[in-house]
C-alpha cells in the first residue's frame, strides 16, 4: 500500500486534486464562517440603546429593524431562515461537485498508480 | 449540600453524592423505581400507549438487529453498510436532542430571538464538517476518533486522551439528557422520575447491548421521522391560526411578550460581546467534533456514501431548524397569554422547558400533546443510545482492545467487552439521573460542547491538515486544554458562583470555549514545532501516506472489498 501512497504522492495530478478540492472547500468554508461571524455580531454587538454608534452596533442594529414600516418580522429574522436555507443548498453544491468532477479526478489519479505499479512488476 | 453533587462529578465521585444523602431518600428511590405513583389519574395514557408502540417497534428491531450483529466492525459501525440516506437520518435522530426542540422553544420563549442563536449557528457546523473534515473521516477512520488520530501518533498517549474525553464528554452529555428526561417524564406521563430512569436505562441497555450499532441506527432513524413529522404538523397548525401569514405570528408574539418588540431583536440572552463570541465559538466547532456524531461516519461503505449521509443529515437538520423559528414564538403568540398552561402567579407550568409541549396541546389536544410527549421520550432514548455505543466503543475498542491487550483481543472478547461497557453505561446513567434529581443541569450541556471544543476539533483538524503535528504535542495541548476547560468552568460564574454561592466568580466568562480552545492549540501548535524526537521525525514523514490516504480513500476500513 506504501508503494501505491509514493507513486500517488509523485504523480502532479494527484496535487491537481488535492488543489482543486482544498480551493473548494475553503472557499465555502470561508463563506460560512463569515455568515457565523455576521451572526454573533448581531448577537454580541446589538446596541442596548439608540446612542451607541460604531461598527459593529451598526452592523447588529441592521438586525433588529423591521423588514417594512409597522411590520413586526425583523431582517435578522429573514437572515436566520436565509443562512440555513443557503448552508443546505452550499452542501449541496458541494456534494455535486465532490461526488462528480473531484472523484472522476480520484478515480484516474488512483488508476495512473496502479497501471504504474504493474508495470514496474 | 446543593454545591457538592457537580463538584463531586468533576472529580468522578458522582456515587459518593448519592450513597451520601440519607438511607430512606435511598430507600425511597428505590421504591418510586418500580412503582407506579398513588394517583394514577395523572397518567397520560395517549402518550403511554403511543410510547409503548415506540418501544415495541424499536425492541423488534433490536431483535433482528442482534442476529445480525456478530463482529466488532457489526458493533461498532452496522459493518459500515449502511446507506447515505439512511445514515442522513440517523445523524438526524442522533444530533436533534430534545434540547433542540424544547431547549430553543424555551430559550426563544424567555429571550426572543437569541435563542435562535442555538439553531443557527450549530447548524453552522454542518457545512464545516462537510467541506473540511467528513471526505477524510471516512477515509481514515475505522470505528472511533480515536482510530484516526492514532494512525501517525503514538498509539498509547493519544488512545489515552482521546477516550477519556470521549468519556467525559459522554457521561456529561448523559447526565443532561437523563435528568431532562426524568423531569419531562414526570411531567407528561405521570410516572415517578425514578422510573423514567429505569425505563429509559433499561432500553438503551436493551438496544446497545443486543442490537449494537445497527439497532442503535434505526431507533434514531424513526425518531428522527417522529420529530420531523411532529414539529411540521405544530407549524403547520401555528401558521395556520394567521392564515399562514409569517408576520401574523410575529406580531401576536410582540403583542404577548414582556420584551415587546425586543423579541423580535438579538442582545437578550448573552451579558457581554465575549461571552457571545466565546458561546458561538463552542457551539460551531464543539458541534463539528461530537464523537457520538462523528462516528456514525464509519457506518458507510465510503467517502461517496459519507458525503451523501452529511448532505441529507444537513438537507434534514437544516429543516428542522427552520421550524425552531416558528415553534418558539408560536408559543409565545397561544400559550404566554393562556391561563390553561399558566400557574396561580402567571408563570408557565413546568418552566420554559414546557413551552414546545403546551404549544402542542394548544394546537392540537390531548392527542398532539400525547403524540409529542412520545416523540419527546423517544429522542431522548434514541439519543442515549447514541451516546451509549460511543462510550462503549471508547472502553472496548480504545481502552480495552487497543491499550490494555494491544490489538491481540479477539472479536468475540471485544464485542463481549461492549456490552458490558453498554451495560454499565446504563446503570451510571441511571445512578447519575437519580443522584442529580432538582439539580440545576443547564450548566453541564456546556461541559460537553467545551471538551469537544478544546479537545475533539484541535485534534482531529491539525492530525489531518497539519504536517508538524506531533504526539507529543497533540497530547500535551489535550490534556492542558481539558484541563484548563474544567478549572474555568468551575471557578466560573455558573458554577463557582450561582451554585457554590461565592460572593464572586474567579473567572468571569459562563462561557471558556474561546479562551481554552484557543490554549489548545496554541500549546499543541507549540509543543510539536519545539519536538526535535526520533519519533517526531517519524511521524512528519509518515504525513504523506496518511494525506493521499485521506485524499483517496485508498486503504481505508471497509471500503475496497473486492
Redesign the interface.
Known amino acids: 500500500m506504501q508503494h501505491l501512497y509514493r507513486l500517488i504522492h509523485a504523480n502532479p495530478r494527484f496535487h491537481e486534486l488535492e488543489r482543486k478540492r482544498s480551493r473548494l472547500s475553503w472557499t465555502l468554508a470561508s463563506i460560512v464562517m463569515a455568515n457565523i461571524v455576521w451572526y454573533i455580531i448581531a448577537t454580541a454587538f446589538f446596541p442596548k440603546n439608540a446612542e451607541t454608534t460604531g461598527l459593529l452596533a451598526d452592523i447588529a442594529r441592521f438586525w433588529g429593524q423591521p423588514v417594512a414600516d409597522g411590520a413586526a418580522t425583523t431582517w435578522g429574522i429573514y437572515i436566520g431562515l436565509v443562512q440555513v436555507v443557503g448552508f443546505i443548498g452550499l452542501v449541496v453544491f458541494y456534494i455535486n461537485k465532490a461526488n462528480g468532477e473531484l472523484d472522476a479526478l480520484k478515480d484516474a489519479v488512483i488508476a495512473d498508480a496502479m497501471r504504474a505499479a504493474g508495470d514496474q512488476k | 449540600m446543593n454545591h457538592r453533587a457537580p463538584l463531586a462529578w468533576l472529580l468522578g465521585l458522582s456515587l459518593l453524592a448519592w450513597a451520601g444523602s440519607a438511607a430512606a431518600d435511598v430507600a425511597t428511590a428505590l421504591h418510586n423505581m418500580f412503582t407506579l405513583p398513588a394517583d394514577t389519574s395523572a397518567i397520560n395514557s395517549k402518550a403511554v400507549a403511543m410510547f409503548i408502540g415506540f418501544v415495541l417497534v424499536s425492541l423488534g428491531i433490536t431483535f433482528w438487529a442482534a442476529k445480525r450483529t456478530k463482529s466488532t466492525a457489526d458493533f461498532y459501525t452496522a459493518g459500515g453498510k449502511i446507506g447515505g440516506f439512511q445514515n442522513g437520518l440517523a445523524i438526524c435522530g442522533d444530533w436533534c436532542s430534545s434540547a433542540a426542540l424544547m431547549g430553543v422553544a424555551a430559550l426563544i420563549y424567555s429571550n426572543g430571538?437569541?435563542g435562535?442563536?442555538y439553531?443557527?449557528?450549530p447548524?453552522?457546523a454542518?457545512?464545516?464538517m462537510?467541506?473540511?473534515l467528513a471526505?477524510r473521516l471516512r477515509n481514515l477512520g475505522k470505528y472511533t476518533l480515536a482510530d484516526i488520530v492514532s494512525l501517525r501518533m503514538a498509539r498509547v498517549p493519544v488512545r489515552t486522551l482521546v477516550s477519556s474525553a470521549s468519556l467525559a464528554f459522554v457521561i456529561g452529555y448523559l447526565i443532561v439528557q437523563m435528568v431532562g428526561a426524568g423531569t419531562l417524564i414526570s411531567n407528561l406521563f405521570g410516572l415517578h422520575y425514578e422510573m423514567a430512569q429505569v425505563i429509559i436505562g433499561a432500553l438503551i441497555v436493551v438496544y446497545v447491548a443486543f442490537g449494537g450499532m445497527i439497532a442503535t441506527t434505526y431507533v434514531q432513524l424513526i425518531k428522527a421521522v417522529l420529530l420531523l413529522s411532529g414539529a411540521s404538523f405544530i407549524v403547520f397548525l401555528v401558521l395556520q391560526k394567521f392564515g399562514f401569514s409569517?408576520?401574523g405570528l410575529?406580531?401576536a408574539?410582540?403583542d404577548n411578550s414582556p420584551l415587546k418588540?425586543g423579541v423580535?431583536?438579538?442582545?437578550t440572552?448573552?451579558p457581554?460581546?465575549v461571552n457571545?463570541?466565546s458561546c458561538?465559538v463552542m457551539l460551531?466547532f464543539g458541534g463539528a467534533a461530537m464523537p457520538h456524531v462523528l462516528m456514525r461516519f464509519f457506518t458507510v461503505p465510503d467517502a461517496?456514501e459519507a458525503?451523501?449521509s452529511?448532505?441529507w443529515a444537513?438537507?434534514l437538520i437544516?429543516y428542522f431548524?427552520?421550524l425552531t423559528?416558528f415553534i418558539g414564538y408560536g408559543a409565545i403568540a397561544f400559550v404566554m397569554k393562556n391561563p390553561e398552561f399558566l400557574d396561580a402567579k402567571g408563570a408557565i407550568i413546568g418552566g420554559p422547558n414546557m413551552a414546545a409541549i403546551h404549544l402542542a396541546k394548544a394546537m392540537g389536544g390531548d392527542l398532539l400533546l400525547g403524540f409529542i410527549s412520545a416523540v419527546a421520550f423517544a429522542t431522548i432514548v434514541a439519543v442515549v443510545a447514541g451516546l451509549t455505543i460511543a462510550g462503549a466503543s471508547a472502553i472496548s475498542h480504545d481502552i480495552y482492545a487497543n491499550m490494555l491487550r494491544h490489538g491481540q483481543a479477539t472479536d468475540a472478547e471485544v464485542v463481549k467487552v461492549s456490552r458490558i461497557a453498554a451495560l454499565g453505561l446504563g446503570v451510571l446513567g441511571i445512578v447519575l439521573g437519580i443522584a442529580f434529581k432538582g439539580q440545576n443541569i443547564a450548566y453541564l450541556i456546556v461541559l460537553p460542547f467545551t471538551i469537544s471544543s478544546t479537545v475533539f476539533f484541535p485534534v482531529l483538524f491539525l492530525s489531518m491538515y497539519w504536517r508538524r503535528l506531533t504526539t507529543t504535542g497533540m497530547v500535551t495541548g489535550g490534556w492542558i486544554g481539558l484541563a484548563s476547560a474544567i478549572v474555568m468552568l468551575v471557578v466560573g460564574p455558573t458554577i463557582w458562583k450561582d451554585i457554590m454561592g461565592n460572593p464572586e466568580a474567579l473567572f468571569p466568562y459562563k462561557y471558556p470555549a474561546l479562551f481554552s480552545m484557543s490554549i489548545a492549540f496554541v500549546t499543541m501548535i507549540v509543543v510539536s514545532l519545539l519536538d526535535k524526537s526520533d519519533r517526531a521525525k517519524a511521524e512528519l514523514a509518515s504525513f504523506?501516506?496518511q494525506?493521499?490516504?485521506s485524499?483517496?480513500?485508498?486503504?481505508a476500513e471497509g471500503a475496497a472489498q473486492h
Do not use: C, E, H
Open positions: 430571538f437569541d435562535l442563536i439553531s443557527v449557528v447548524f453552522g454542518w457545512p464545516l462537510m467541506f473540511l471526505d409569517m408576520n410575529y406580531q408574539a410582540v418588540t423580535m431583536q438579538p442582545g440572552l448573552l457581554d460581546p457571545a463570541i458561538g460551531i461517496k458525503r451523501r452529511v448532505a444537513a438537507s437544516g431548524y427552520l423559528f504523506d501516506d494525506f493521499v490516504r485524499q483517496t480513500g485508498l486503504g
